[in-house]
């Protein structure tokens, strides 16, 4: 189920796919995972699953 979900861009009148192209950074905690993706248009989107 989860790998069924995506990343949008979440700026104003963007909501773009966030896919891996997009993917700058993953950081790896006891508390999870935390993604951040910078979009075409500029915005950077965080995202945090926890284990």
């Known amino acids: ?3 069924n979900l995506t990343s949008t861009c ?3 009148g ?3 796919s966030l896919d ?3 993917l700058m ?3 790896r905690t006891e508390a999870g995972e935390r993604r951040a993706y910078e979009c075409a248009c500029g915005a950077v989107t965080v995202t945090v699953a926890r284990s």
């Open 1 to 3: 189920m989860l790998e």
């Open 10 to 12: 979440e700026a104003a």
């Open 14 to 16: 963007c909501e773009r």
């Open 20 to 22: 891996d192209d997009a």
């Open 25 to 27: 950074l993953t950081l």
